[in-house]
């Protein structure tokens, strides 16, 4: 099996990369921008066939949500367009995709854990772009699931929990907000389940349709929690504050909730998912070290 990771220089990408050891039976090829453009179509599809590529786990995305509304046709390109090129590259030999989502397809005003089958309703050119990239998967033809999941952090690349520990170690005090609430997902973990599932080493395939699921670490927080638990794991000696959404405006608006569902992916691959301060304390041991 021949697997093209897109979008490798991120930090989903990066934590395969380093997985890669760990899977003998598949060669794994790495490709960002420069080198690899989703948005070009026709040097995506020359790329797949002459590098006989069979599968792909599709991490490119564009995910700076608040600079994404003013950049709405570079979201669009990446994170919708891409999409629908990798679909189509892939119809030309019959091969396989594992496309990342997000929990932002969702508007956040539910009170318990998101469903697959939940409605959906973006409240933002990010959340929407990342949504006509589902439907391209979910409406193709092709051998694909899409995974959603929801405040990825990892020892590489720019995220809140290396920003939270570098700014407690400049600052005696930080306010974070509060009232979001979800569930931060190590990299790690996901790279390891979407590593596991295309393999099959849970023997269940990767079927038509672009099946749907959900993926974050297990458990609840605020970004106010995630935060104490940084400087706790971090030994930084830092306070938090708890503040309100409305004490921190934003450019694009996020959802309040949007804590996933789990218990589909768990079953059908018979995985087992960390918990997320367990997941967080192997992170911040990393990064320190």
């Excluded at 995220?159 to 009232?179: A, H, P, Q």
């Amino acid at each position: 099996m021949r697997v093209l990771i897109t979008g490798s220089n991120g930090q989903l990408g990066s934590e395969i990369k380093e997985l890669e050891n760990n899977y003998n039976k598949v060669d794994l090829i790495f490709k960002d921008l420069p080198e690899l453009d989703i948005c070009n179509f026709e040097a995506l599809e020359t790329f797949i066939i002459d590098h006989k590529i069979n599968s792909v786990i599709n991490c490119a995305a564009y995910t700076a949500v608040d600079k994404a509304e003013e950049d709405a046709e570079i979201a669009e390109r990446v994170n919708s367009i891409g999409v629908s090129n990798l679909v189509n590259a892939l119809k030309k030999v019959d091969g396989k995709l594992i496309h990342i989502s997000t929990d932002y397809v969702f508007d956040g005003d539910h009170f318990s854990p998101y469903k697959e089958s939940d409605l959906v309703s973006p409240i933002g050119v990010y959340g929407e772009t990342k949504r006509a990239g589902e439907l391209s998967v979910i409406n193709s033809d092709i051998d694909s699931i899409v995974i959603r999941t929801s405040w990825l952090y990892s020892s590489y690349g720019n995220n809140f929990v290396k920003t939270m520990l570098r700014l407690g170690n400049e600052k005696e005090n930080l306010g974070v907000i509060l009232d979001q609430v979800g569930t931060p997902t190590y990299a790690r973990d996901l790279a390891k389940t979407c590593l596991e599932i295309l393999t099959g080493v849970n023997s269940v395939k990767i079927s038509k349709n672009g099946n749907l699921y959900h993926y974050s670490n297990e458990g609840v927080a605020s970004w106010y929690d995630f935060a104490i638990a940084i400087m706790e794991l971090g030994n930084v000696n830092c306070k938090v504050n708890p503040i309100q959404t409305k004490d921190y405006p934003t450019l694009a608006k996020r959802p309040h909730y949007s804590v996933l569902n789990k218990s589909k992916i768990k079953t059908d691959f018979k995985i087992e998912i960390p918990y997320w301060r367990d997941s967080l304390k192997d992170c911040i041991e990393k990064i320190k070290n």
